[in-house]
C-alpha cells in the first residue's frame, strides 16, 4: 500500500481501557494506627476487598493486572524492593513497567498514541508508579530510558526525535514545569482542527539521551515544589502531564511515523463527604476538583456509550484536562489506567469508589491509528507553515510539527540539529549549576524544604553559607522564601565559630522542633524549622555533624506530628477524655489523623484571613459526639473548626468537609490577590463569610432512671462544651405528677418500673436556670436558648430566648404525659438521659422558634410521648380486619377482668367498712360479730384469708415497700451526689504552671477521698437498711407462723 493510501484509510486498532490496580505497603501512619488490611489479589487480574465494618461483605473486581506490592518484599543492597523469596507474589517496579511501560513502548514503536493515568485517592501510589522513588524508578523514567536504549540499538538510516513536556493543572489553570516564567492565568488550551486541542506556548525540549529527561524531570518539580511552597497549596490536588513525542523518520521509505506518549499522575481523587460540606451555600463555588470531576462524567458517558447506551453528548470541553485527554478516552490512543489502592480498612470507602471508577474506565473503548505520514507530503505543508521558535532553545509546541518543520531544507537555525545545539547549551548551564548545588550541600550547613507531597521534599536547597543571611519574601534578601505567612524579611540565619543561629525578626513565626521561638536560637543537625504558617524545612548542619542518618524519617508528618504534640496534642491526650482503655481506638487514632491533617490547613486559612483582612480567627476543636447521645456513649470524635470574628465577636461552627471546600475557595480568592487581581467578592460570594447562626454551645445530660420509680429529680448540671469543658450550669427538675399536675410524693415511688407498664405516666420538665453561662460572660450583647427532646417527641422544646444576662432565670415548665406507657419507654427511662442542649444566640441570628404546631396534646393540653401504640391503634387503614376483631376481642376480655377487679375492691371496701364496725363494737362490748369469710362477687365466689390477717399483711407488705422505696431513694441521692464529684474530678484539670502542681494533687486526693467517702457511706447506708427491711421481714413472718 502506498503512503498516501495508507494516510487516508488508517486501520483503527479498537482497544478497551486498559486497567492494572495496585495496592500498596502499610504507611507509617497506618501501621501506627493498627491498620487491617482489606485488599487481597488471589489471581493475576481480581482484586477482592473486604467491608471492615461486615467482613462477611466482599467484592471481587476484574482487570487487566492486579499488582500485590503490599508484602512479601525486602530491599535490596541498592534499596530497590525485591521479592522476599520466590513464592511471594510482590510486584516490584519492574514488575509494572514490564506490562505497563513495554505497552507504551510497543504502542510507540508502531506509531500509536499512548497514555497512561494513575488514578487514586491521596498517598495511593500513584507518583510512586509513575515516578518512583530513589532506586525504585517508576514507569516514566523506565520509558524514557528504554525508548532511547532502543533508538540507540537501531538502523544508523533511520532518524529519531523525541521531545519532553511537562505541565502541571491546578485550579483550571495550566503551569508549564520546564519554564521559570509563570503566565499570569497559566497557558490556555486552543483548538485545531488537526491537532485537536493543544496547550498554546508550552515548552517542548528536544532531547537526545536518558540523562537529559532525567535532569528536565528535576527541574519540572523543582518549579513544581517551589509554586507548591509559594502558593502552600497541596501537589495531591494538581495534576501533572509529561508528553513524550516520539518521531520515526525513514527517508528510504518516504515515511514517518510518530507517537504521542501522554502520562498522567492525576490529583488525589478523594471524594469529599457528602455530610458536612453538603449545607454549603458555596459548596459547588470551588474549581479545584473541576477537572478530575469532570473526568469521571467523561469515563461515566463513554462507558455508558460502550455499553450500547445513547449518549448525546461526552462533556470533554467541561475542563481543561478532559480537553487535554480526548484523544486518550475514547479517541486515538492506546489508554492504560493504573488505579492505586491503600491496602487499610480505613481507607475502605475511598478504595471501593476508586475500584468502581476503574470498573467503568475499563468499558471506554479506544479507535487508535497509527499515526504516519509521507515525508515528501509533509514538507510540503510545512513550507506554509510559520516557524514558531524561542531563543531559549526551547521549541514550543507542538513538538512534531515543529520537528517536520526542521525537516525542511531551510536554513540552518530551524533545522533539528540546530534545535538540538540551542537545547545543549541550556544543559551545560545546568548541569555547572547542578555540580555547584552539589558541591555546596558537602560544604555548607543548610535548609532543605519538606513538602506533604514526598515527591517533592528535599528538593529546595538553602545553604547558610559563613556569615549572616537574611531569609524572607523580598527578593533582596539572601535567601528568598515565599509562603502564607512569610514577611519580607522574615529571620536571619547567622553561621560564625561553627555555629547557626536562626533569629526572628519583630513578631515573625518561626518553630523550632514544634516550639515557636522569639530570639536568637541555636541550631542543631536535623532541627525542624517552620516558618510563616506552614513552610517547613529540615536544617542540615555541617559536614563534621552528619552521620549516615536516614533523612526521610524527617516527613511532613513528622513536622505536624511534632507541632500537635507541642500544642499538647496527641492521641494520648484524646484517648484521655475517652473511658481511659488504653487500647488503639480506631475512632480516636482517625480523629486524630484528621487534627493533624487540619492543623496545618487551619494555620494557612488564619494567615490568609490576616492578609486578606478578613478578622477572622480559625480554631480546630475535637468534638465529643457522645454530649449529644442520649445513652452517652463515649464512641465518637469528630474534628469541627470554630470561627471568631475579632471585631464582632460573632462566632461560627464549620464541620471538617465544609472548612476544606472553603479552604480552597479561600486559596483562590488569595491568588487573585498575591496576582494582584481584585480580590474583593460580593459578600454571599466570599468563602470568609456565612450569615450569623445560632451556635450549639453544650450539652446537659439528665439521667432519667428516677422517674421510672416515680421519684422526682431535681438536679444541678454541667452543660459540657463539644470539649468536655463546662460552658455552664443548668438547674432542672424533672416531676412525676398527677394528669391535674399534683407533683408525687415519696408513698408514690415504685419498686419495680414495670408497675407503671401500660398506666398513665404524667411529669413535668421544668428548666428553672442557666448558672455562669460563658457565652454570656464573653459578650455582652449575647443570648441563650436551651432545647431538649424526649423519647419519641418529633420536634425539640425551646426554651424562650433570654438575653444578656450571665445567670438567666428561665423557669420554665411543661407536662409531658403517656397515656399508655409501653416496655420501650420505661426502658428508655432506665437506660438514657434527656439531653438539653445550650444554644448560643448573637447578634443578627434568628432565634429558634418556640412555638410546637404539629404535637399531639391530651385533653388538659399536656404533651403526649410514648405516642407511637396510640397513633398505630389509630391507623385503622393499616390493620387489617383480622387484627381489628382480635384487639376488640382482647380489649373485651381485659375489660372484663377490670370489671372483675372492681368489684373485689368493692367487696374488700365493704369488708373492710364491716370490719371497722366490728372493731369499734368489740372495743365497746365482748360480742364480735364473726365475718363471713366468703366474698360473692357476682360471677365468681372467691375465697379469703380472715380479714384482719389480710389487713395486717397488707400493712406490713406497704410498710416494708415503703422503708425499701425511702433506702433505694436515699442510695439514689447519694449516687447522684457522687456521679457530680465524679464529673468534677474528671473535668479538674492540671494546671499549665508547674508551681502549682503540688496544690493541684492536694486538691485531687483530697476530691478523691470525699468521692471514696461519700462512696463508702452510701453503700454502708443501703447494706444497713437493706438489712433492716430482711429482719423485720423475717421477725414479722416468725410471728405469723
Ligand atoms: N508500591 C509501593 N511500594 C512502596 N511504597 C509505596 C508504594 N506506593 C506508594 N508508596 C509510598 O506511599 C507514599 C505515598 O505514595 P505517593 O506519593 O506515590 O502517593 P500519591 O498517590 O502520588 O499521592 P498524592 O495524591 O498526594 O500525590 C510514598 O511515601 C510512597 O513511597
Ligand atoms: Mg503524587
Redo the contacts with the bound molecule.
Sequence with gaps: MDNEKMMKMPMPSIDSVKVAV?V??F?QREKNSGSKCVISMHSRNTTTIQDPKNPELVKTFTFDLAYW?HSGFEKDKDGV?ISADPSSKFAGQRDVFHDLGRGILDSAWQGYNATLLAY?Q???????SMIG?GANKGIIPNVCEELFQAIEKQERNQEYQVTFSMLEIYNEQIRDLLSGIKKPGGLKVREDQQRGFYVEGLTSVPCENYAQIERLMEQGTKIRTTASTNMNVS??RSHMVITIQFKQLFPDRDLTKQSSINLV?L??SERQKSSGSEGDRLREGSRVNLSLTNLGNVISALADAAMGKRVLHVPYRDSVLTKLLQSALGGNSRTALIA?ISPADICYEETLSTLRYAERAKKIRNRAVVNTQALMRQWRAENKLPLRCRNSGMAEQPAYLLAEQQLGTRAKQVTWAHLLEQAWEAWEQQYEALAQERRMVKTFPHLLNVNE???LTGVLKYFIRPGSCDVGQATSNAITIQGLGISDKHASFTNSDGKVMVTPHGKCKVVVNGVPIATKTKLQHLDRIILGSNSAYLYVGFPSERGSEDLSRFDYDFFQLERAAAEGVSVDKLRATNSGDRKADPSVLAVFQDYIKLMPLVAEANQMSEELKKGLKMELKVKNLASSDSRGYDLQKEVMVKLTNQRTHQVWIWSKAKFINRKFLMEELYQRFLDGEDSHVAQEDDPFWDPVEVIHLGSAHIWLHPLAYCMKLEEQVAFLDCEGLEEAVLHVSITPCSPTGQAYGDEDVVIDPLEMLGKRIDFQICIVQCLGVKWLKEGARRGIQTGYRIYDLPNTIYTKPVWKIVNPQIEETIQFATLNASQEFLNYLQTNALIVDLWGLQEGCAELSCTQPDLMVTGEGHIVVDAKKISTMKDTSQTTSNQTSELYLKLHKLEQETELLRNINRALREENVFLKESLAKLGSGPQAHKPSDTLKITGMTARLPPAMEINQMCTQQASCDREFAKALKVFYQGMNTARGQFLRLRQYKPPEDDQMLRPFVHQQSQMLKDFGNLLESSLWRLKNDVALIVKKKREYLLHVK
Design positions: 495496585r500498596r505497603p504507611s506490592s524492593l487514586g491521596t498517598g495511593s501510589g500513584k507518583s510512586y522513588f501537589s495531591s499522575d490529583a488525589g492505586a507531597d514526598p515527591q
